[in-house]
């Protein structure tokens, strides 16, 4: 039952890092090849299923949390409060999360009214940042999706987003992907 | 939760907004958002947006835009000969304000999606990495300072949005009073109507409220060239007993 | 291969704490006996052989740690030239380098969250210290930073900290000063 050399290093490093860290800079410190390293992940990934531990990424950027089904008993520990957010605020995420990267005028578009109020909420609540200006008249500032987005909502990347069915049923998978 | 200055996220006489307004029109009546004809609902939304007690200044050209979209897609309806010029049916299509509809509809089961999660409260915690013994080095004071400006930065604007405009006019106030005033003379122009400078939010809701009372075939609304004055004149009614 | 239940809510709650957990406390927070969470440490300590991770114990109170095979990689990532801390704990460092001395009521109210884990984790790390209570209703603690936050960022005094225009370009003042 034990775990290959590389994934044990790996894991030693991740649980002491106090950021993400990129798979890059994971296989310069541990020695290896960043697809031994791939590998390495893989197997910590699964090796993690039922137990109070699993793998979170962005991109190539990896970090041990804290299986959301323990939540509970964590914030239990931790004192943590509830995340609690207006239904106005909720459909601006959803937009921001769905469709990043994306400007405030894109989310207006879609939501028919102005937003805003709930990207400044959601900003101090850095569940969304601003990612840079996009190359178009007005620079206006495009909004992506944070780190703490994914922790708050126990998602283990953009791509465990739950899959909503538009009301046709088919247009289910213009998410994160366009 | 949070300390400091909540800012209020305004839901408008329950709507999230005009679009959610529309949708909730077809969900209520159960119709099938790709097939049912949108300017079917036009008398409804036009009646659902005067019973608004107050409409809040700043969102009121939302649901106007809106409103004089199902407005134009009904009369079209009504008027084959109405057909849309080429300017129009670039971005005014039925079609289009459909698409949005749906994305719209998406959107919001995906803000139902996340709200659930939200309220499961199964989030993922990280360590802060708090055991390491050795002592730091290393750190950088811009890094320091570019922290402390975005702290500053999502402070001052916390606050700035708390600022509400206090303006509003209601759409069923001034719906009374034109039909007051038109009551007792034949006909106005659009301009007077609007006094001396108004508001955008008061010229908004004197424009819905002219809607309105075309709706209810109150009064008739005449322009006789392109940017031309405005004409609101008394509807002549017919007798009783003869149709329309 | 799962675990218990009683073990993976252990587990998640070792994993977040940044010191020692006593197994009454532990008990207390997951819910259960004493005797059962003996029996959950039992089985992680099992489970974390050939691991990356170790389950260490004083008396009665637990810890997850590092493996001691792991200790080179873990000194490399530790020891490479530079402070890591995540965003939550830069910012945390940021109100308290800037506004010392301040409360952690007051550190909260500026970053619009819970500041818990940051504050303890900043301690740790020597970077920040109570300075003393402060004459004010509830006696909360005063925290400023210390002489190796300024070894650190190679600061020769707190007056020697960047200047920072505020985003509207004028209070710029109102580090350290006040």
């Given at each position: 039952m034990t775990r290959s050399v590389i994934a044990a290093a790996v894991e030693a490093v991740l649980f002491v890092a106090e950021k993400p860290v990129s798979r890059a800079e994971l296989a310069k410190t541990v020695g290896a090849g960043t697809k031994a390293v791939g590998e390495a992940l893989a197997e910590l990934d699964e090796w993690y299923q039922g137990t109070g531990l699993r793998l979170q990424h962005e991109d190539d950027d990896w970090q041990i949390v804290t299986a959301p089904e323990q939540a509970p008993f964590v914030a239990t520990y931790l004192g943590a409060d509830r995340l609690r957010l207006s239904t106005a605020a909720l459909e601006t995420l959803a937009v921001v999360a769905y469709r990043?990267?994306?400007t405030r005028a894109e989310v207006e578009s879609i939501?028919?009214?102005?937003?805003d109020q709930t990207i400044y909420t959601l900003m101090s609540r850095r569940?969304?940042?601003?990612?840079g200006r996009r190359?178009?008249?007005?620079s206006p500032f495009e909004y992506g999706t944070t780190w703490e987005f994914l922790e708050c909502f126990g998602?283990?990347?953009?791509?465990?987003l739950p899959t909503v069915l538009s009301p046709d049923g088919v247009r289910s998978d213009e998410a994160v992907t366009n | 939760m949070p300390v400091g200055p909540r800012p209020p996220d305004v839901a408008v006489a329950g709507f999230e907004g005009p679009l959610d307004l529309l949708l909730e029109l077809v969900e209520e009546k159960r119709l099938d958002i790709f097939t049912v004809?949108?300017?079917?609902l036009a008398d409804e939304y036009l009646a659902r947006v005067r019973a608004?007690?107050?409409?809040?200044a700043d969102e009121v050209s939302a649901f106007l835009y809106i409103a004089s979209r199902l407005v134009l897609l009904k009369a079209r309806s009504l008027l084959p000969s109405l057909s849309p010029t080429a300017e129009e049916d670039e971005v005014d299509t039925e079609e289009e304000l459909r698409l949005r509809l749906i994305e719209y509809a998406t959107t919001k089961g995906r803000a139902a999606a996340l709200g659930d999660r939200m309220r499961a409260g199964e989030r993922a915690f990280h360590r802060e990495?708090?055991?390491?013994e050795l002592p730091p080095k290393g750190g950088d004071p811009d890094v320091l300072a570019a922290a402390w400006l975005k702290v500053l930065s999502l402070t001052r604007r916390t606050e700035e949005a708390v600022e509400v405009p206090g303006e509003r006019y209601s759409v069923e106030q001034r719906t009374v009073e034109i039909e007051a005033l038109i009551a007792e003379q034949p006909s106005a122009t659009f301009a007077t109507l609007l006094g001396?400078?108004?508001t955008l939010g008061y010229a908004i809701v004197t424009f819905i409220a002219l809607l309105d009372l075309y709706r209810r075939l109150v009064i008739d609304i005449t322009q006789d060239e392109l940017f031309g004055e405005i004409r609101v004149e008394r509807k002549v009614r017919r007798m009783e007993g003869l149709s329309e």
């Open positions: 990043q990267p994306v939501r028919g009214v102005n937003c569940l969304i940042a601003e990612l190359e178009a008249p007005g998602l283990t990347s953009l791509g465990a | 004809p949108l300017g079917e608004m007690d107050r409409l809040p990495g708090g055991t390491v001396d400078r108004p």
